[in-house]
């Protein structure tokens, strides 16, 4: 059954980016930085392509794309765009596209947004890039099923919080726990 699911990496202290907006830090982590993938070591990057296939739709927010769009350059260079579903963009600004690729840029309630991309997706997942405010919308509105957390071994002191809402234990139910290469990979479903 497709899920609307929150995968990301983020920080032990529970940040996904610097004060800064950057993930730089994410980098500096082994197997946290897409051409460590297939290394020596098993990372999240290795099962990250196979959870990518079964996606149908994608949904981030302005900070995360703007983050995306001048790290990788992609108004220069369209081709390193990596996503093949739909993407929207949760927006109030005006926003640079990547000539030739599926970017709808939105504002206003994510549930309308949520209904477009399920009838998108079909079978598959849609999933929520970030930030943690979008997925706390996403939550709010009854329409999170899982939220997928990569644990770096990295503390970043302040930043963009994981998920700025108080979410407690009768709301979070743990699937799946385990290591992967310098990873803690965490797997909740949201009741």
Partial sequence: MAKTVYNTATSIDG???????????????????????????????DEFGEFLAGVGAICMGSTTYEWILE?????????KWQYEAPVWVFTTRDLPAVPGKDIRFVSGEVAKIHA????????????????GDLVGQFFDAGLLDEIRA?????????????????ILSHHLELTDARSVGQFACLTYRVK
């Fill in 15 to 45: 940040y996904l980016a610097d004060p800064e907006n950057s993930l730089e830090w994410l980098f500096t982590v082994p197997g946290g930085h897409p051409e460590d993938e297939g290394g020596d070591t098993d990372t999240p990057l």
């Fill in 116 to 131: 477009e991309m399920v009838e998108t997706a079909g079978d598959k997942d849609r999933w929520i890039v970030g930030g």
């Fill in 71 to 79: 790290h990788e350059h992609l108004v220069e260079h369209p081709d």
């Fill in 150 to 166: 990569s644990l770096a071994p990295v503390f970043l002191g302040d930043g963009a919080p994981l998920l700025p809402r108080r």
